[in-house]
């Protein structure tokens, strides 16, 4: 699955070419169309009550296996981290020593969930994954918890998921989690800048997004000022694109509106969409991707679609149709049917105690955090940051190797339909798969033991 060397070359320079190009081409945000609320919250992209339903107990035996890692008529299934690194090819880097080692992830969320670390390490044993090295930071000083708001235990799940996934991808790189001390758009930027200014790590995750016309001119200014100078210091961006298809929340909350999520749409962040993975439930061999798509079961599906505030960079032209900002850039798992296997302690379930356990979690939630890890990866193999990597997705997607580093999405779409309170069902109209890029995968999900190396290849 490896490219030729000269090719690598070239891809590489084309690369380069396009990372000067697309700092020409940042010129901030248009006039907002749609007036902001005064002060708006961010929304975990799998919500404040996470998509997750159990996985119950493991199946006896030697190996890791739950019921839902079978197929069962009727019943969800889903994948542990085995199965995942075999689909996404991710175990050849793990094999050969690219695991992260000297490199660090930032995650940014929001509370303080008091058993983050006890969670992961129960992870961790089910599968024998040696614990990271975890710092956690609350810059404005940590929440005080409360396990009877339903916000606090929806980051609660959040945060499980972006540490034990990250972790999962790239298992020797530290972790810095960085939590805000609400979900406010002002105290996520503050806890984003706070990572930024003390290059706290060589990219960083962000699990989550709104509307982009919902937050308030001044912030937005301000948040992508901050992601110009991560971008600088060569630290990578990613962000989920949003779990409500094409769709966002109002800003009112009260229905949804066709809209492009943010940070996921500003440029200089890698906008993470979601797919619905077939792949071999006990050794994960690879079969096949649909667009994630459950609006009809859980009222969730991969998030994509066009801004209306950000211009199109140049790293874009000639790839998705319009003025502005497209997204999502790539993709990954985010089906709850298919979905990964994560532990949520009694606090990250929100049961009351007894409530703890294995749960099967779905989002583009879960992509972030992986795609993360894969830069972590990257940044191993380049013995630095690899800063912006969209130019490099981009020219590998219009290269004859993209079938060597993307899995091609071409089947479904990114409608989303939701009930209006009066009985009658709402469709807000998607996005359609097809042929290399599009507004509902992006370029598709990553073959990491290919692209890994052509991304830290490029930042040099």
């Given at each position: ?19 000067a190009a697309?700092?020409?081409?940042m010129?901030?945000?248009v ?20 998509h ?140 984003t ?25 001044a912030?937005?200014?301000?948040e ?62 690879y ?174």
């Amino acid at each position: 699955m490896s490219i030729p060397t000269g090719a690598l070359r070239r891809t590489t320079a084309i690369a380069a070419t396009a990372a000067a190009a697309v700092a020409l081409s940042m010129t901030g945000s248009v006039a907002p169309t749609a007036a902001a609320a005064s002060r708006h919250a961010v929304t975990p992209a799998v919500g404040v009550h996470p998509h997750y339903i159990s996985a119950g107990h493991r199946e006896p035996g030697g190996s890791v296996q739950f019921g839902c890692q079978a197929v069962r008529p009727g019943r969800l299934t889903c994948f542990g981290p085995d199965q995942i690194r075999a689909a996404y090819s991710i175990q050849p880097l793990l094999d050969h020593g690219i695991t992260g080692k000297g490199r660090t992830i930032v995650i940014v969320d929001a509370y303080s969930p008091p058993a983050v670390l006890s969670d992961l390490h129960t992870f961790d044993a089910a599968w024998g994954i040696p614990d990271p090295q975890l710092r956690i930071v609350a810059p404005q000083g940590a929440t005080p918890w409360d396990g009877t708001d339903a916000n606090q235990v929806g980051w609660a799940g959040e945060t499980n998921l972006d540490v034990q996934w990250a972790h999962v991808v790239a298992p020797a790189a530290r972790i810095v989690l960085v939590q805000a001390r609400t979900n406010d758009d002002a105290d996520i930027l503050a806890a984003t800048k706070w990572a930024v200014e003390h290059r706290a790590g060589d990219v960083i995750s962000q699990s989550f997004g709104e509307d982009e016309r919902c937050v308030l001119p001044a912030i937005a200014e301000a948040e992508h000022e901050v992601f110009e100078e991560a971008t600088e210091r060569g630290i990578t961006l990613i962000a989920s694109a949003g779990d409500q298809g094409s769709a966002q929340p109002t800003c009112d909350g009260a229905a949804f509106s066709l809209a492009a999520s943010s940070p996921a749409a500003d440029p200089l962040v890698t906008a993470v969409g979601g797919t619905s993975l077939d792949a071999d439930l006990t050794t994960g061999a690879y079969r096949s991707e649909t667009v994630w798509n459950e609006t009809d079961l859980f009222g969730a599906a991969g998030g994509g679609g066009y801004s209306v505030l950000e211009r199109k960079p140049s790293y874009q032209r000639r790839v998705a149709a319009g003025r502005h900002r497209a997204l999502p850039d790539v993709s990954y798992d985010g089906g709850i049917n298919n979905g990964v296997l994560t532990y949520f302690g009694d606090d990250a379930a929100g049961g009351g105690p007894g409530s703890g356990g294995f749960y099967i979690v779905g989002g583009t939630s879960a992509g972030s955090p992986q795609w993360a890890g894969l830069t972590a990866l990257g940044a191993q193999l380049a013995h630095r940051g690899l800063g912006l990597i969209n130019p490099t997705l981009y020219a590998l997607g219009r290269s004859r190797y993209a079938s060597r580093v993307f899995h091609d999405v071409t089947v479904g779409d990114n409608r989303y339909a939701y009930g209006d309170g009066t009985g009658t069902t709402v469709t807000v109209p998607g996005y359609a798969a097809a042929r290399g890029w599009d507004a509902a995968t992006g370029w598709g999900t990553p073959i990491a033991s290919s692209l890994v190396p052509v991304l830290a290849a490029a930042a040099h």
